[in-house]
């Protein structure tokens, strides 16, 4: 059963665009460096419904368990550096089994 991980982002609006175009892109690419990663969707958001998110992430993995290997692995802690410099606060995480 795959495993869904989101992560809503708070990106500061005085963020370097280089930056937050490079975390993007690094979250984008997650599956092309994580085996288990079946799929990772990162964007900016086109609402105004978002309060202060302004990105969000949607990761799927194979199954629950490779959440803890998935945090670890050094492609995801690379992108996790950039992202600590562009947030203006905590992020929101949400995980869940997915029955499709």
Do not use: W
Not at 29 to 38: A, D, N
Not at 48 to 71: F, I
């Amino acid at each position: 059963m795959p495993f869904i991980h989101i992560v809503l982002l708070p990106v500061k609006r005085d963020a370097p665009k280089h930056l937050v175009d490079r975390a993007v892109a690094g979250l984008n690419e997650l599956g092309k460096h994580i085996p288990f990663v079946l799929s990772s969707r990162c964007g900016k958001t086109t609402t105004t419904r978002g309060k202060q998110y302004t990105h969000a992430l949607v990761v799927e993995l194979e199954k629950a368990d490779q959440l803890s290997t998935y945090a670890d692995h050094p492609a995801h802690l690379a992108v996790l550096s950039d992202i600590k410099q562009i947030i203006a606060e905590e992020t929101l995480a949400m995980d869940f089994d997915s029955p499709l």
